[in-house]
């Protein structure tokens, strides 16, 4: 889950709170402040220890070992009754996979630095906001707090090479690094040419969100990247989704199914002439779309069969 944007007008928003408490070690009015969390460590300039708001959440599917966020933002912007909206946000230090770490170089997602990876194969990135979330009660707090808020963001641009320096165990690592060892987590560009005139990296990103669908038995937003008609075990037509969440009603992954799914990568899938198959067979899509003869045509992939379900 990505940080939810905040646009620049509005004066009230507020960062995600009760995530955890802030560990530290003493430090006198001037000293540097040391927060650690999940086993690393994360340090806060003496001048600005006071005006900063650092969570540190316990191990999570995001990855997020540091939260950092100006506190004078988070006061104003829950003063205002504004929540969960990231106010005040600097920067968040995530902990994730090598494959999630690909994911969001090759889609260039916004704000987001990759700097360090560790022995166990995890990469370090570094989550920047990309619009001004600095929050006070009206313009002109706005403007007085202007140049001590441009002060710490330019603090926050430096917290890879700090928490790099910090913690040992990790090895910086850039981007470019990232994608040249990035072996079959990138599909060939034309793996699925025979199928669809989709770029690879699309086919692939629409196939990581029906993996998601189907292991949450999220039916209802399955039944939106369905083809219709479509027949499902061992007779039944589903000829909308009304008909197809009707099917869905009560329906479960075995366990051997699920396991199968969740070691598919979603990257250079197996291919044949009726589509692209996902796991072990549970799910399989095509591109109604696409036309062999010329290789032309308006992408429309979609899943038409479903399987491993009891």
């Known amino acids: 889950m990505k940080l939810t944007k905040w646009l620049a007008p509005a004066l009230a928003l507020v960062l995600l709170a009760g995530c955890g408490s802030k560990t530290e070690t003493p430090a006198a009015d001037n000293e540097n ?31 997020t070992v540091f939260a950092v966020a100006e506190t004078a933002s988070l006061d104003a912007a829950k003063a205002q009754g504004w929540e ?58 706005m403007n007085a707090a202007m140049d001590q808020w441009s002060a710490m963001n330019a603090w926050a641009d430096t917290v890879p090479d700090t928490f790099l320096a910090d913690n040992s165990g990790l090895t910086a690592c850039t981007a470019e690094e990232l994608l040249a060892d990035a ?9 699925y040419a ?21 292991l949450d038995e999220d039916w209802e937003a399955m039944s939106q990247v369905v083809e219709y008609p479509i027949t499902l075990y061992p007779d039944y037509v ?58 032309q045509g308006e992408p429309n992939l979609a899943v038409f069969a479903v399987s491993g379900l009891e």
Request: glycine letters at 10%; proline letters at 3%.
């Open 33 to 63: 402040e040391t927060v650690t969390n999940q086993g690393y460590t994360l340090t806060v300039p003496g001048e600005y220890k006071d005006l900063l708001t650092v969570e540190t959440p316990e191990e999570n599917d995001r990855g």
């Open 84 to 141: 969960d909206a990231g106010a005040g946000n600097l920067v968040t230090i995530r902990r994730i996979t090598k494959g999630e770490a690909v994911d969001n170089v090759v889609y260039d997602i916004p704000g987001e630095r990759v700097f360090a990876k560790d022995d166990a194969g995890y990469y370090f990135v570094a989550d920047y906001p990309t619009d001004v979330r600095l929050v006070r009660e009206d313009n002109d707090a």
């Open 183 to 191: 072996g079959d987590l990138i599909s060939d560009a034309d793996h």
């Open 194 to 214: 025979s199928l669809t005139n989709m770029d690879a990296r699309d086919v692939d990103s629409f196939a990581k969100m029906v993996k998601e669908f189907y």
């Open 238 to 295: 589903a000829h909308d989704p009304a008909e197809f969440l009707q099917y869905m009603e009560g329906k479960h992954m075995s366990d051997s199914d699920r396991q199968a799914l969740m070691d598919e990568s979603c990257h250079n899938m197996f291919v044949n002439g009726e589509g692209i198959c996902m796991g072990s067979g549970q799910l399989w899509l095509r591109d109604s779309g696409f036309d062999a003869a010329t290789g």
